[in-house]
């Protein structure tokens, strides 16, 4: 991806909304007024192309773009391990690399995912991910928007996630569909 397109959406932003670069990963404020594309809106974050650069809009600014935030999750707090186990990995699922439209899981990303329980009783989940070129500027990203997500679960009370480049990533690590989407497989 990486530019304007027939399919993407024109926007104008609405207000100052804080972005990150992509894939440098630096953080900057586009100013309301800017003109731009949608070029991906894709787990509740999009990425606009501006000026002949991509960007990363959070979720929770997206009314910058005229578009909802995305909806909270609500949970029951009787649920069980395996409920809560499904949320984590349908929340990781929400999770996106900017340029590619395929979610982390299915890119193979995630390494391993535990939920347990804290000594206080409430939960807490591990992750561990890579990501598909050990340079990438959005790793700390990534990072972020995976533990945001599983914190916007209502009994998860932690969220530990590790970023490891052991075994590198390689596109074996793809799920089927992701090999087929991309033209791999």
Same mark, same amino acid.
């Given at each position: 991806m990486?530019?304007?397109s027939?399919?993407?959406?024109?926007?104008?932003?609405?207000?100052?909304?804080? /972005?990150?670069?992509?894939?440098?990963?630096?953080q900057?404020?586009?100013p309301?007024g800017? %003109?731009?594309?949608?070029?991906?809106?894709?787990?509740?974050?999009f990425?606009?192309?501006?000026e002949? %650069?991509?960007?990363?809009i959070?979720? /929770?600014?997206?009314?910058?773009?005229?578009?909802?935030?995305?909806?909270a999750?609500v949970?029951? !707090?009787? @649920?069980s391990?395996?409920?809560?186990e499904?949320?984590?990995?349908?929340?990781?699922r929400?999770?996106f690399?900017? !340029?590619?439209?395929? %979610?982390?899981? !299915?890119?193979?990303l995630?390494?391993?995912?535990?939920?347990g =329980?804290?000594?206080?009783?409430k939960? @807490?989940?591990a992750?561990?991910?890579?990501?598909?070129?050990?340079?990438?500027?959005m790793g700390?990203i990534?990072?972020d928007?995976v533990r945001?997500?599983?914190?916007?679960?209502?009994?998860i009370a932690?969220?530990?996630? !590790?970023?490891?480049?052991?075994p590198?990533? %390689? =596109?074996s690590?793809?799920?089927?569909?992701?090999?087929?989407?991309?033209?791999?497989?």
């Amino acid at each position: 991806m990486g530019a304007y397109s027939q399919t993407s959406e024109p926007i104008v932003f609405e207000r100052d909304c804080a /972005a990150v670069m992509v894939p440098q990963g630096q953080q900057v404020t586009l100013p309301a007024g800017q %003109n731009g594309y949608i070029t991906q809106a894709l787990g509740g974050s999009f990425t606009v192309f501006v000026e002949g %650069n991509l960007f990363r809009i959070a979720g /929770a600014d997206a009314d910058a773009i005229g578009k909802p935030p995305p909806p909270a999750i609500v949970v029951d !707090e009787e @649920s069980s391990d395996a409920d809560v186990e499904k949320l984590v990995w349908d929340q990781l699922r929400t999770c996106f690399d900017p !340029e590619i439209p395929i %979610n982390i899981v !299915e890119l193979g990303l995630v390494y391993a995912c535990d939920v347990g =329980h804290r000594d206080d009783g409430k939960r @807490s989940v591990a992750v561990k991910l890579t990501l598909t070129a050990p340079g990438c500027g959005m790793g700390d990203i990534l990072v972020d928007d995976v533990r945001s997500k599983l914190m916007a679960i209502p009994t998860i009370a932690e969220a530990d996630v !590790e970023l490891t480049f052991d075994p590198p990533w %390689n =596109h074996s690590m793809m799920s089927d569909a992701a090999k087929l989407e991309t033209g791999m497989l």
